[in-house]
């Protein structure tokens, strides 16, 4: 026989009032039955529309108090006095809460601002970068001759501009100021998508014009309009003001080293910049707008031919001849890199979360558990299961509410002293905000955790035995109750488990950036750009002018040393070449590809690399004398010593020339603390003083560094009024910042998975003292039975490790599927590594064991004489 | 004593309750109004109304014999008191003076 729907039916029952639960049952049954003889199915779709339709008038039954204002009004009374009758609960379940709930809205404003929040262009999906990648670089800027072959042969793309960077002085008028100018082909605009706010953009070939930016016009020309026209000096040279940027755009997109550039002053390259199909260096940062009928995937498909084509042609190119062109939507090439870093941060937060709400579950559980003798009788003098439900699950969503409250304040004090220890590497901070998405995200994330906490107990509370509540005294309580309680605990202890395994991991990796043998040392180092004007025309010139800038720097008492280079280490961009030994071009063996680093005498020593062997530069050396790093060595003269041999090097786009290696120093990390140390060529500087286009410095001095900057720049204009120094950074900051993501991720997580093993155990600690008083009675009869009380200890420790066990057993899988997740910012250690799970599941077992131990010790204080009295 | 005035459904009920005599349930009267005024009334709705008049004293309710087919419930049958009979007098009475002389035509079907 047909069996009406179990699920419609179980609603209803609920739904009834207790005096017509029986004919209204047997009205829709007798008429199911009818209509099933017709047809099954539609018949119990009926069933379920009348239990669907009759919900509400059931639920606002006359003489039930049902669903009305008065009801609910004292329900909430009921639960206000929850917080009067039970503080301790109250305060215990809205802190757990708002500790869950603030930390998920702070992580989730930050995730919110820097990776979901679109770029201030116009339709930033279809705009992407263009990045050389190669065996060697993963990340290229590219070179002209590639540029021109994207920019004319792809049909895929709307249009493509190019740009680059530099800084200027601002000069005249106020004081001399430091800006970041971007170098931009004509297109450049139209393919970010930006207008002009005031006066206009450029016209192709207007070379004497600027745009400034909105930033600019506001700090230095007091935004006023009249600086449209107005003729400004860049460096020593004039410019006309044609344009200013709106306020809600940002054309500035990422620059080499994977940050956002800060352009202020926007002009144009020169045409002859980007003519012609050079590739011996690589310069331009490349975008291009996708057409609107183009996914992402057609148009690499049809790049990569193009760039299949123009490999067979190409034999010599800046960063190696088989050069592929990625394209990287805008937004993606911003946060790349840090948005899988905040997602595992986001959902460590939302493991917290989770055991937070299974916490407070418990905790309600074990309330309902005391209560189930006023439950029974309330349910047997009549109350309905439905009214006490509805007051279950008031009296949990008042203090989900508060929790939640709680947990927004907490984010409000959070997310600023989050924003302050984030690395400044950091891209788009200044979007991160509590808005309304924020709170959106905090109510769902409380109601989210009110279902797991007051739902499910609220269910389970009233499906209450009457004749056991009310008549024998439960020994064990309801088992299924139990039950739930206990796999909580263990979903807990399971999660806290991979929370601190993960940390682990990331503190592991943190230690082992730390460790990293960078080639010098970052200590007791500054290095800053400097920009000056009128270095001489001539080799010589330039040289003495370089020469002037040392020694004024090297007198600066407790100045060491100080040098001159192309390319600061960790500071980003890249300077390639050839190289092979002599005897590698009498064997025809093909050259190989190295950094190529020029520096000043002084140079290696300021930053304090090691010299293996050999010497360092003297003023004297030309081009003809280079230091090698060791690794470069090895490829030259595998296991022999490299100094006074001949050596062939070629600068791309050059002839290759003979050059005697000098001195060997150790391998030195240029693109990367994680990266692996490239091969690299060292040349005098000063031999080629007047072809540079970067001009860094380093200099050392013993102890804290940061308070000669001051001394230094004082130093550079002695030599030059206008001089000015850019981009100070110390060695120590360099490093900082290369592996601040990894050091964030590590910090928040260790306080993640701090709150997650406080959370577990607290809970542990609520089930095993709840489990404790529950069986206060059976211990009793125990202990006057002549039992010893350390057995019964035992026995409850006992019970309390299998579950400890049962968690640390699948949070070791849990830790171990975590592990591949977060594998990608891990450094130096192995995502499964044996030491980190083993270290942290002992931890977990301590604490679960004392978490355990500690209620269990109430055993003894059970007094059989009392306990029994009770009954 | 003034009690308040019935609703649209409770009128319905109340009518069906009259016509059905002692053979008056949920089902059936369900089934009346149904068949009579083409109304689909859901049996939770139909119940509310039944209790509100059962309160008002207008119908009593009597409880009948378990029934297999019901899975062995029993029905609960309702009965028109002589106040019902009134009260459903009165409602008539007072659509019948808000529509006099409006030309609407009692005997439209």
Known sequence: MTRPPRLARRLLELLLPSDEREYVLGDLDEEFHTRARVSPRRAA???????????????????????????????????????????????????????????????????????????????????????????????????????????????????????????ALILGEAEAEQVSVGWVTPDYFDVVGVAAGIGRLFEPLEL??????????????????????????????????????????????????????????????????????????????????????????????????????????????????????????????????????????????????????SNVANLVLARGEARSSEVAVRTALGGSRLRLVRQLVVESGVLALVGGVLGVVLAWIAVPVL????PATLP???????????????????????????????????????????????????????????????????????????TGLLLRSVASLNDVDLGFDKDGVVTFALEAPGWGATNDEAAATMTAYLDRIREVPGVEAAGFTNRVPLAGGLFTGDFRSEEMVAADVEPSSASFRYVSPDYLAALGARLVAGRHFRIDDGLDRVILDESA?????????????????????????????????????HHGVAEPASETVFLPILAAANQQNFRYMAFRVAGDPAP???????????????????????????????????????????????????????????????????????????????????????????????????????????????????????????????????????????????????????????????????? | MMTAPLSDLEVLALAAVMRLGPDAYGVSIKEEIGSRTGRSVSIGSLYKALKRLETRGYVTPSIGEPIAERGGRARKHFLVEPEGREALEASLQALRSMVDGLGLDWKAS
């Open chain 1, 45 to 167: 779709w009926w069933y379920r529309g009348e239990v669907v339709r009759s919900a509400w008038p059931l639920a606002t039954y006359p003489g039930r108090g049902g669903f009305t204002m008065v009801g609910f009004v004292q329900d909430l009374r009921g639960a206000l006095r929850v917080f009067r009758r039970a503080p301790g609960f109250a305060a215990v379940v809205v802190l757990t809460l708002g500790i869950g709930v603030g930390g998920a809205a702070s992580v989730y404003s930050v995730v919110r601002g820097v990776v979901l929040s679109p770029l201030p262009l116009g339709e930033p999906d279809r705009v992407v970068m263009l990045w050389g990648q190669s065996a060697q670089y993963p990340r290229a800027p590219l070179t002209v001759g590639d540029h021109n072959a994207l920019a004319t042969d792809v049909a895929a793309f709307e249009s493509v501009a190019a740009a680059w960077s530099n800084n």
């Open chain 1, 208 to 357: 004497n014009t600027v745009v400034i930016s909105h930033g600019l016009w506001v700090r230095r020309y007091g935004a006023s309009p009249d600086v449209i026209g107005r003729t400004i000096d860049l460096s020593g040279q004039p410019f006309e003001v044609i344009g200013v940027l709106p306020a809600d755009r940002d054309p500035n997109l990422t620059t080499f080293a994977g940050g956002q550039a800060t352009h202020q002053v926007w002009r144009l390259q020169p045409p002859d910049w980007t003519q012609g199909d050079d590739r011996s260096v690589g310069w331009l940062r490349s975008t291009a707008r996708l057409r609107d009928d183009v996914t992402l995937v057609q148009a690499q498909a049809e790049v990569d031919a193009l760039m299949t084509r123009v490999n067979e042609t190409v034999t010599d190119r800046d960063g190696g001849a088989d050069m592929w062109v990625r394209l990287i939507p805008v937004k993606n090439d911003l946060v790349g890199g840090v948005s899988r870093t905040l997602w595992i941060l986001l959902a460590a937060v939302v493991g917290v979360l989770l055991i937070a709400a």
């Open chain 1, 708 to 871: 000669y900057v001051e001394a230094i720049r004082e130093a550079t204009r002695r030599v030059s009024a206008d001089a000015v120094i850019a981009r100070v950074q110390t060695m120590r900051e360099l490093f900082d910042e290369d592996v601040a993501a990894t050091r964030f991720a590590s910090m928040l997580l260790m306080i993640f998975g701090g709150i997650a093993v406080v959370l577990a155990a607290v809970g542990l600690h609520g089930v095993m003292t709840f489990s404790v008083r529950r069986r206060a009675r059976e211990i009793g009869i125990r202990v006057v039975l002549g039992a010893d009380h350390g057995g019964i200890l035992l026995n409850s420790v006992r019970a309390g490790a299998v579950l400890v066990l049962a968690g640390i057993a699948i949070g070791t899988l849990l830790s171990l599927g975590l592990g591949r997740v977060i594998e990608s910012i891990l450094f130096g250690v192995e995502p499964g590594d044996a030491a980190t799970l083993g270290l942290s599941a002992t931890l977990m077992m301590v604490v679960g064991l004392v978490g355990a131990y500690l209620p269990a010790r109430l055993v003894l204080t059970v007094d059989p004489a009392v306990t029994l009295r009770e009954e």
């Open chain 1, 419 to 422: 924003l302050s220890m984030a």
């Open chain 1, 633 to 669: 060595a090895r490829r030259a003269w595998p296991g022999e010593d490299a100094t006074g041999r001949q050596i062939e090097i070629r600068g791309i786009g050059t002839d290759p020339m003979m050059a005697e290696v000098i001195g060997v120093v150790a391998p030195m990390k």
């Open chain 1, 428 to 502: 788009r901070l200044d979007l991160v905000r509590l808005d309304w998405g924020v709170f959106a995200f905090a109510l769902l994330a409380t109601a989210g955790a009110s279902i797991v906490f007051a739902v499910v107990p609220a269910v389970r509370t009233t499906r209450t035995d009457l004749s056991r509540s009310l008549g024998e005294r439960g020994a064990t309580g309801a088992p299924s109750r139990q039950r739930l309680s206990q796999s909580l605990v263990v979903a807990e202890v399971a999660l806290s488990l991979a929370l601190v395994t993960s």
